[in-house]
């Protein structure tokens, strides 16, 4: 369990507990997301994709973070209502977390350290990074915030 993501509860957007570990054997996209951003476009992307794919054991978690030029400085009852009225997101939002500096969320020290995830060091550059977990719940791709989620390398691999 320690290199994989099960190890850890989050909550979501509505505050209830949600165990990571209820997503063993799916492919899982882990995502930093912001609502005043230039890739918050992503969101309908995203979305394309988890329609495509949530019956093939696929899913997206988004993680709303406000740690790059405060692009997301919104509630998580706002956030909820921005992402569902401008981009109809039906996949699993969690609650607004940091992803990186001092108050790093303890997933993302996990995602970010290969001392942690067995698989690579990794900064969070921006908003819209994607972290590609696999069925074992191991890291095993980190993809550029500028990289579109329906992006052939993505696709390949949920499909593979």
Known sequence: MENTIYQFQV???EGNAF???SLKGKKVMIVNTASKCGLTPQY????????????DDFVIIGFPANNFAS????TDEEIAQFCE????????????ISV????????YQFLTQKSKNGY???DVSWNFQKYLINEEG???????PRTLPTDEKVISWIEE
């Open 100 to 107: 990186k500096g001092d108050d790093m969320h303890p997933l």
């Open 71 to 74: 692009q997301e400085p919104g």
């Open 19 to 21: 165990d990571l570990s």
């Open 11 to 13: 909550e979501d957007i």
């Open 44 to 55: 309908k992307q995203l979305e394309e994709l988890y329609q495509k794919y949530k019956d």
């Open 120 to 122: 690579a060091d990794s």
């Open 138 to 144: 191991k890291v095993v791709e980190v993809i550029d």
């Open 85 to 96: 009225r401008n981009y109809g997101v039906t996949f699993p939002m969690m609650s607004k």
